[in-house]
Nanobody
């Protein structure tokens, strides 16, 4: 079964940090670009970050630039999203997705089931 699985979400206070992990099952994540999206209640998907196949190129939404980093571990077939200085507006369900290009969410081939992140005091 080909799937992505996110982990590491939860409840954190404003200013805190979380690290989300994205693991692939049934295929090699290393051959794909990997992106993180999020969806807040009542809102559309928002692209958060994307990392190239090589890991040399990354991009971030303006809203998270300077606070979030994305990385990949080829030996573990995983991608991580390190989230620092979290704000209440970062509250959302976060999804990882794998595809061939860092592009619109509809172009990605594989998706995780999503993991909630809540930033609240």
């Amino acid at each position: 079964q080909l799937q992505l699985v996110e982990s590491g979400g939860g409840l954190v206070q404003p200013g805190g940090s979380l690290r989300l992990s994205c693991a692939a099952s049934g295929f090699t994540l290393n051959y794909y670009v990997v992106a993180w999206f999020r969806q807040a209640p009542g809102k559309d998907y928002e692209g958060v970050s994307c990392i190239s196949e090589s890991g040399e190129s990354t991009n971030f939404a303006e809203s998270v630039e300077g606070r979030f980093t994305i990385s990949r571990d080829f030996s573990k077939n995983m991608v991580y999203l390190q989230m620092n200085s979290l704000k209440p507006e970062d509250t959302a369900v976060y999804y990882c997705a794998a595809g061939k290009l860092c592009a619109h969410w509809a172009t990605y081939e594989y998706w995780g089931q999503g993991i909630p992140v809540t930033v609240s005091s």
